[in-house]
């Protein structure tokens, strides 16, 4: 079956750099996508990959490895508003190219 | 911000009862989803649309249906709504199935269910 970890929870200091991890387990993988939440918010795109390596997007930066079925986002000079849940999420062809999505991870930042 | 709009925001409801919840985009997009999210879990997919009157089942479908009679409108039913369905309930659109597929969120519906 399909299958998604990432650490429940994870507390960085502000302006320090910080990694969340996200291992997949599907079939026909398609893509690793990140998205993040606020509390009391609605989901929205970080970023998306599909092939081996960094994307990078101003202070966040998204990495995959297709051959360990393992991908991070990481974000750089923390503040106060990166506060949120972060979730991976993968489109595989065991679910029909529909998106998959890990439990997500709560980022506390401590000034 | 992409267009979309859920309704109700917020409903409370007893055990039973039918629970209509609509989402209208905006956007034209082709794809519509249906999601419920709940502590402890990510985001469920339970039905989804990708043209008008083309419907398919998510992983979490039993309970609910769905309608897309209109390109910007998808409503979601709960014939006989259970306390199990007490959730966050989330509209998502996208233009596309490949390539990113970013998906574009309403601000969510809040759903009790006593």
């Known amino acids: ?52 390596g960094l994307e990078e997007t101003g202070r966040f930066s998204s990495f995959l490895s297709r051959s360990d079925s393992y991908g991070y986002l990481l974000l750089q000079e923390l503040q106060m508003k990166d506060s949120a849940s972060y979730f991976c999420a993968v489109r595989a062809m065991d679910s029909n190219y529909q998106l998959i999505w890990g439990a997500g991870t709560k980022l506390i930042i401590k000034p | 911000d992409a267009g979309i709009t859920q309704s109700p925001r917020h409903k409370v409801t007893e055990t039973g009862t039918p629970v209509t919840l609509r989402c209208h985009q905006t956007e034209n997009h082709r794809y ?40 910007e409108d998808f409503l979601l039913t709960l014939e006989s709504a259970t306390s199990s369905q007490t959730s966050v309930y989330f509209c998502a659109i996208s233009s596309q199935l490949g390539g990113t597929g970013e998906l574009f969120f309403g601000e969510g519906s809040r759903l009790t269910v006593l």
């Open chain 1, 1 to 52: 079956g399909q299958s998604l970890e990432q650490p429940s929870e994870v507390t960085a200091v502000e302006g320090a750099i910080v990694q969340i991890n996200c291992t997949y387990q599907t079939s026909g993988f398609y893509g690793l996508s990140w998205y993040q939440q606020h509390d009391g918010g609605a989901p929205t795109f970080l970023s998306y990959n599909a092939l081996d």
């Open chain 2, 32 to 71: 519509m989803y249906w999601y419920r999210q709940d502590p402890g879990h990510g985001l469920r997919l339970i039905h989804y649309s990708y043209g008008v009157k083309d419907t398919d089942k998510g992983e979490v479908s039993d309970g609910y249906s769905v309608s897309r009679s209109k390109t």
